[in-house]
Structure formats: structure tokens, C-alpha cells
């Protein structure tokens, strides 16, 4: 079941994504597909499928939700130079998948493993821009500086993978990717999960002493913010604010 948080904006449990109901636009982040060939270079071997496993969360999301627009908010592809072999074959089936089975708007947010990505987009047809705006959202991947005055009234970003650990009553504790979800100045902002099956990025449960991945971040009260975990294809679960969360571990 979606999870309400402002307006027409939802987390679309339970996958790992925002929907805009009024606009019918799905919002995913970081799939970085392709990883296990790039990593395989640098000597670091995982088990084949990863990015195919990836894969199939976007396209249980699309059949989930029905949307009629798709934004990727940035890192599509994992390395920063060439597309690796890796990389061009996923991502090749992965494009070929959405413009066969699905009907679809596509949109690609540049993030900052997107480098010369725009070859391949442009043999389906897709677009990549630097921020999307639809209605009363701005979407951008959030590696960058951005004068807050020229957003909309909701950000979504990706690049910052959070992640909250939980401690049971016999010590033992679970990591999970979440959403965050808190006010940037006047304005809210709602920090995406990865999509990638094996990026669970950086915990936030001591959240004063993280230095975010990404500068729209910096500065701002984090222990206001409030955690959604989620098991992906399963459950999305709304936790209390950081700064209660984190007297509980």
C-alpha cells in the first residue's frame, strides 16, 4: 500500500520509488546497473545476476503502478568513464525491455555515474536532462550545489543510498535501505533509496556525525527527518523521527 506524504506525492510501497499520482510519474534512483563487471575489474567478483535482479524491481514497480512516465533520478550506469561491456549489455536490455514491453516516458536525471551514457539513450529515443519538473516537484540526483530559490516546492534526490540499522531486544541488528523524508529550508525533500540490490550506502542513525554524500543535505537539522524502511517487493515501514530513532539503538 502507498505511503501518503504530501499532496499527491507517495512512496510507492513496496518498491523502492516515489509515485506523483497527479502527474502518474514514477520516481527511481541509482540503479547502477552493470556493477558486477566493473567491480569484476577492479578484481572484486560477484554473483551474476545482480543487475538483472535490479532490473526486475523497476519492472515490477512499472507493472505495479502503471505510470505513465518513468524518471531514472541519476546513476544508471556504475562506472564514471566508458560504458563498460558490462554496463552497455545491461543496459541495453534494459532500455530494449522498456521500450518493447512498457508504454512509456522515459526520463534520465544526469547523477555523477552518468558520463557518456547519451549515446545509448539516444538509439531508443530517451532523453537525459540535468533536473526534471513536474507540477509542484523538482527532481534532481542531488551530487551537486543548487540555489534552493529555483526549486518547487517538494525535492526528490537520489545519490545519498541511506540506510537505518535496527537493534532487536537480543542485540542483534538488521540493516535497512530507507527514504528520507524532512524539510529543506521552506521546501521538503524526499531522499531516495537505491534501487541497486547490493548498494546499501551509508547509515544515518548517528546522524550527527554523517557527512552527507550530497550538499543539499549539509547543514540541515537531519534529526527532524523521518526514516521509512523498506524491504523491497515486500514492505515499507514509517519509523519515528532520527533523533527518537536513534535512543532506541
Do not use: Q
Amino acid at each position: 500500500m502507498r505511503v501518503k506524504l504530501y499532496k499527491s506525492l507517495y512512496i510507492a510501497s513496496p518498491w523502492p520509488a516515489a509515485y506523483i499520482e497527479d502527474a502518474n510519474t514514477l520516481v527511481m534512483s541509482d540503479l547502477h546497473l552493470g556493477i558486477e563487471g566493473y567491480l569484476e575489474d577492479e578484481g572484486i567478483f560477484l554473483p551474476r545476476g545482480v543487475s538483472r535482479s535490479t532490473a526486475e524491481l523497476v519492472y515490477n514497480a512499472i507493472e505495479d503502478y502503471m505510470p505513465e512516465t518513468v524518471v531514472f533520478n541519476g546513476d544508471l550506469k556504475h562506472s564514471f568513464g566508458l560504458l563498460k561491456t558490462s554496463e552497455w549489455r545491461e543496459l541495453t536490455n534494459f532500455f530494449r525491455k522498456l521500450k518493447e514491453d512498457y508504454n512509456l516516458n522515459v526520463y534520465v536525471v544526469r547523477g555523477n555515474h552518468d558520463n557518456y551514457l547519451g549515446v545509448l539513450l539516444d538509439k531508443f529515443g530517451y532523453e537525459m536532462v540535468d533536473r526534471f519538473d513536474v507540477d509542484y516537484v523538482t527532481i534532481v540526483h542531488g551530487h551537486k550545489e543548487e540555489s534552493l530559490e529555483e526549486f518547487n516546492e517538494v525535492v526528490i534526490i537520489g545519490h545519498e543510498h541511506p540506510s537505518i540499522v535496527i537493534k532487536d531486544e537480543a542485540g542483534g541488528k538488521y540493516r535497512f535501505k530507507c527514504f528520507l523524508w524532512g524539510d529543506l529550508g521552506e521546501k521538503k525533500i524526499l531522499v531516495l533509496p537505491p534501487v541497486s540490490e547490493i548498494s546499501s550506502g551509508t547509515s544515518f542513525n548517528m546522524y550527527e556525525y554523517v557527512e552527507p554524500l550530497s550538499p543539499l543535505l549539509r547543514d540541515l537539522d537531519l534529526g527532524k527527518f523521518k526514516p521509512y524502511a523498506i524491504v523491497p517487493g515486500e514492505v515499507v515501514r514509517e519509523l519515528p523521527p532520527l533523533e527518537v530513532l536513534r535512543s532506541f539503538l
